[in-house]
């Protein structure tokens, strides 16, 4: 971002100020009052529409707030068909706040095509899936998904927060909105909290721009500045987190005491499952020193995640079961961290 003073600043800097001075009543310079624009959001938004090769970017204080501004552009009676294999704040949002606004939804399994052209429904009005699912990664094609809702005037949306723009860029393949927990590898560092939904469309974009200030869930300057840092060294990151992940996943399929490894081939992101019940399990997690039990992704250090234990779920336990989220089942981000740390430390969790 262009420093307004012309200091030659490399670092943008950081713009603080709630309010700026007007010309003229109703007449000001670009900026009015910070919820509604501010000079170091702006340059982030511009800096994650180049990202995802997208025209628009609007910014908010969690990727759950960038996902409920969507969800409030429906009205009463609109219907959004949604991946069973989802991030569970989104079944959070779905279920227990916009149903109570009559807003339906249908979960379907995204990776059969069949199943869910036949689930469109006439007041169907948006498509909601990760094309790198959470917890179970798995791959979803986003073309095959925006050319069945060519047929109609549904709306695509594809969270990207997994793949991040490195490996995809699902605006080039056709959906109509990105969203991003800026949370997770974009902020890359532990210390950020934010969301972000990208797009093309100018009506579209003016309408969440619409909601995004009215709602007011923005983030602040410094966060703001804080990512926009990160994304100076995100193809580095990703690239090491990829890197390690690979090692990772051979090493934990080599291991007798791992029933089963996911991993997409891109992203920091490996999930597997213990042999053994959640009991076992948890004492592997127990055992563990370098890497630490936490929730959240995508950060330098190699962190493990037991959803079952650690998730608010919505679906019973037999649901689960049935979608393959165990209670064995272990999501590990890797870090960027030397690998053979990563590999030592579950390698005596294990023995």
Same mark, same amino acid.
């Given at each position: 971002?262009?420093?307004?003073?012309?200091?030659?600043?490399?670092?943008?800097?950081?713009?603080?100020?709630?309010?700026?001075?007007?010309?003229?009543?109703?007449?000001?310079?670009?900026?009015?009052?910070?919820?509604?624009?501010?000079?170091?959001?702006?340059?982030? $938004?511009?800096?994650?529409?180049?990202?995802?090769?997208?025209?628009?970017?609007?910014?908010?204080?969690?990727? #759950?707030?960038?996902?409920?501004?969507?969800?409030?552009?429906?009205?009463?009676?609109?219907?959004?068909?949604?991946?069973?294999?989802?991030?569970?704040?989104?079944?959070?949002?779905?279920?227990?706040?916009?149903?109570?606004?009559?807003?339906?939804?249908?979960?379907?399994?995204?990776?059969?095509?069949?199943?869910?052209?036949?689930?469109?429904?006439?007041? #169907?009005?948006?498509?909601?899936?990760?094309?790198? #699912?959470?917890?179970?990664?798995?791959?979803?094609?986003?073309?095959?998904?925006?050319?069945?809702?060519?047929?109609?005037?549904?709306?695509?949306?594809?969270?990207? #927060?997994?793949?991040?723009?490195?490996?995809?860029?699902?605006?080039?393949?056709?959906?109509?909105?990105?969203?991003?927990?800026?949370?997770?590898?974009?902020?890359?560092?532990?210390?950020?909290?934010?969301? *972000?939904?990208?797009?093309?469309?100018?009506?579209?974009?003016?309408?969440?721009?619409?909601?995004?200030?009215?709602?007011?869930?923005?983030?602040?300057?410094?966060?703001?500045?804080?990512?926009?840092?990160?994304?100076?060294?995100?193809?580095?990151?990703?690239?090491?987190?990829?890197?390690? *992940?690979?090692?990772?996943?051979?090493?934990?399929?080599?291991?007798?005491?791992?029933?089963?490894?996911?991993?997409?081939?891109?992203?920091?992101?490996?999930?597997?499952?213990?042999?053994?019940?959640?009991?076992?399990?948890?004492?592997?997690?127990?055992?563990?020193?370098?890497?630490?039990?936490?929730?959240?992704?995508?950060?330098?250090?190699?962190?493990?995640?037991?959803?079952? *234990?650690?998730?608010?779920?919505?679906?019973?336990?037999?649901?689960?079961?049935?979608?393959?989220?165990?209670?064995?089942?272990?999501?590990?981000?890797?870090?960027?961290?030397?690998?053979?740390?990563?590999? $030592?430390?579950?390698?005596?969790?294990?023995?």
């Amino acid at each position: 971002m262009k420093s307004d003073n012309n200091f030659g600043d490399i670092a943008p800097p950081i713009h603080l100020s709630t309010i700026f001075t007007q010309k003229s009543p109703g007449e000001h310079l670009g900026f009015e009052y910070s919820r509604i624009g501010n000079p170091t959001r702006e340059g982030l $938004e511009k800096e994650l529409a180049k990202l995802e090769k997208g025209k628009f970017a609007l910014t908010f204080s969690s990727g #759950t707030a960038a996902a409920a501004t969507v969800l409030a552009s429906l009205s009463a009676g609109d219907h959004i068909l949604c991946s069973q294999d989802v991030y569970e704040g989104t079944f959070r949002l779905l279920q227990k706040v916009f149903k109570k606004f009559d807003v339906s939804f249908s979960f379907v399994d995204f990776s059969k095509v069949d199943s869910l052209e036949k689930s469109i429904k006439p007041n #169907t009005k948006l498509i909601w899936f990760e094309n790198l #699912t959470n917890p179970l990664l798995k791959v979803i094609d986003t073309q095959k998904i925006v050319r069945i809702t060519k047929k109609s005037s549904v709306l695509v949306l594809v969270d990207n #927060t997994f793949a991040t723009p490195i490996f995809r860029n699902p605006l080039l393949e056709g959906a109509d909105i990105v969203l991003h927990s800026l949370t997770k590898f974009i902020g890359g560092h532990h210390d950020i909290t934010a969301g *972000a939904l990208i797009g093309n469309n100018q009506q579209l974009f003016e309408n969440l721009n619409f909601l995004q200030h009215t709602i007011g869930a923005t983030p602040s300057p410094f966060d703001c500045f804080l990512v926009l840092r990160s994304i100076k060294s995100l193809s580095v990151r990703m690239s090491q987190h990829t890197k390690n *992940a690979k090692v990772v996943t051979r090493f934990l399929k080599s291991c007798d005491k791992i029933e089963k490894v996911n991993f997409p081939g891109f992203s920091g992101m490996v999930s597997f499952w213990v042999k053994g019940d959640q009991n076992e399990t948890v004492q592997f997690l127990e055992k563990l020193k370098h890497i630490k039990i936490t929730q959240s992704l995508g950060g330098p250090d190699t962190i493990v995640q037991h959803p079952r *234990a650690m998730m608010t779920f919505s679906l019973s336990n037999r649901e689960l079961d049935r979608l393959g989220i165990t209670t064995n089942l272990v999501r590990m981000s890797v870090g960027i961290e030397n690998v053979s740390i990563i590999i $030592e430390d579950i390698q005596k969790a294990l023995n």
